[in-house]
């Protein structure tokens, strides 16, 4: 179980730097809404949303997948957009923000 959240991660922090993160980023273009992906052979759902706070702009970022009819797991990071400023957010932190 481990190893899968860390290649959950991995994917994670490889999508925010290369989809909203690079130079040559879209952020419009790594919106998306349950696309299937496979992170060492189990099949997880990406989405990527935009969101307005107080403070700037959030991009969210989720990995999900149901595990048994009542058991679910999911693993996201965000990126702040804010005054020219990107900076990444950890899970807890989207958390503390209500995402």
């Known amino acids: 179980m481990k190893l899968i959240k860390e290649k959950a ?3 994670l922090n ?3 730097e290369e989809k909203l993160l690079s130079s040559n980023a879209a ?3 790594a919106l998306t809404k349950g696309e299937a992906v496979d992170i060492f052979g189990k ?3 990406l989405n990527c949303w935009e969101e307005s ?3 700037g702009r959030v991009v969210c970022v989720e990995l999900s997948r149901k595990k048994m009819i009542f058991l679910s797991e999911a693993y ?4 702040l957009l804010s005054d020219g400023v990107e ?3 950890e899970q807890e932190e989207l958390w503390d923000m209500g995402f």
Not at 76 to 79: E, K
């Open 9 to 11: 991660y991995e994917f």
């Open 14 to 16: 490889k999508f925010i």
């Open 27 to 29: 952020i419009n273009e």
């Open 43 to 45: 099949n997880f759902v």
């Open 53 to 55: 706070t107080d403070t």
């Open 76 to 79: 996201s990071l965000g990126v």
């Open 87 to 89: 900076r990444k957010l």
